[in-house]
């Protein structure tokens, strides 16, 4: 098991990649984001997306199978997340695109009322097949301390 | 067609209501967020979520689907979004709640580069059944202008 003590400030990490697929978007988009250019080509030819292009939404949910894959793969001890800051999308994700997901720590500091717990902030970037970053965000991340150390306090 | 100009900073709007079920809970979290708190009672009971709850990123799916139909039965000249400030997972959303979809206009500028659009923030806050916080975020929209506003400049 991955804990708090076992991450390192400043470490980046290759997650992996999603492919994007048209029916998945538009699985998305029915579902969730059914605004007219994440349904159709004709509809986003009438705007600056230009073609069919994922909802933001579904793009944080692509980025966040690929972490949660990893994290479970790496039987890492998180705890969920109390929030996202500065979460841009920055170019439209297109069908048959493939994303990767790109992470490294920016902090991390133990709980003050909680000694079996800390939190760290990873700054996460997602680029496409060209390497052209698509989005990006901070965000803050719980994980259990190892047993040992949280009971030194 | 609602445009930039039919904006009012400071205007409130009660956008729609969700109710969260089980099943979709878990489809979701199979697909984009397998933590074990996201696909079972038993693994969610072992951390402070105490029961099953929602993926943060399905929380703000379905919050987008209230906003998104809202949105299009509304005729809103939206053209997506660049990004979101201070996303904040307050409480957990279980299986069985009702989400509410609270919105109110912080601000609103013309683009400088783009004539034809503009753009604007909104606090967005999402209640339970029980009036109970559950996730709040600051969103920036992309909104067409109105035509003859537009070609005014």
């Known amino acids: 098991m991955r804990y ?15 492919d994007v697929t048209r029916q998945e978007i538009l699985e998305f988009a029915r579902k969730y984001d059914p605004q007219p250019f994440h349904l159709s080509d004709e509809a986003a030819a009438e705007t600056h997306f230009g073609r069919l292009c994922a909802s933001g939404w579904h793009t944080c949910a692509m980025t966040m199978a690929v972490l949660a ?7 890492q001890a998180g705890l969920g997340s109390p929030g996202i800051d500065e979460l841009r999308w920055l170019k439209p994700v297109y069908p048959g695109d493939t994303l990767r997901v790109h992470g490294r720590i920016v902090d991390k500091t133990p709980s003050r009322s909680r ?3 800390g939190s760290y902030r990873t ?10 970053p698509v989005m990006r965000f901070t965000s803050i991340v719980l994980i259990r301390r190892r047993p040992e150390e949280a009971a030194a306090g």
């Open 4 to 18: 708090f003590e076992d991450l390192q400030v400043g470490a980046e990490t290759e997650f992996g990649t999603y």
């Open 69 to 75: 894959r990893y994290a479970v793969k790496h039987k």
């Open 115 to 117: 000694p079996d717990i």
């Open 123 to 132: 700054e996460t970037i997602v680029t496409n097949q060209d390497g052209v």
